[in-house]
């Protein structure tokens, strides 16, 4: 049974930095991607970043170019997602997401079976 526990949240001024963490079990890194999705009440999940298993390409929303990158250890089976210059609008819950099957791995919440808990992101002007 795969696991995801995120960790790093917290709350920032606007500028700061805040490296969140996905420490993942039970996942045999065969194929599939991680990725971070965030969320603010009212409003629906919206991928951040995403990470394939194979060959680490990566994916950002536009609003985060630039400025977020997530990166994968696996011999610590753990994901990452450091974010830089964080802005009010950046506050929200922020998931770890894995999708174990193989494809175009994009931001579509159906694809992904294993979600964490979530880790609360608050950024103040």
């Known amino acids: 049974q795969v696991q995801l526990v995120e960790s790093g949240g917290g709350s920032v001024q606007a500028g700061g930095s805040l490296k969140l963490s996905c420490i993942i079990s039970?996942?045999?890194?065969?194929?599939?991607?991680l990725a971070w999705f965030r969320q603010t009440p009212g409003k629906a999940r919206e991928g951040v970043a995403r990470?394939?298993?194979?060959?680490?390409?990566?994916l950002y929303a536009d609003s985060v170019k630039g400025r977020f990158t997530i990166s994968r250890d696996f011999a610590q089976n753990t994901v990452y997602l450091q974010m830089s210059g964080l802005k009010p609008e950046d506050t929200a819950t922020y998931y770890c997401?894995?999708?174990?099957?193989?494809?175009?791995?994009?931001?579509?919440?159906?694809?992904?079976?294993?979600w964490g808990q979530g880790t609360q992101v608050t950024v103040s002007s």
């Open positions: 997401a894995l999708r174990e099957t193989g494809g175009y791995c994009s931001f579509e919440t159906r694809y992904f079976g294993s």
């Open positions: 039970g996942f045999t890194y065969s194929s599939g991607c």
């Open positions: 990470i394939n298993v194979r060959g680490g390409s990566t």
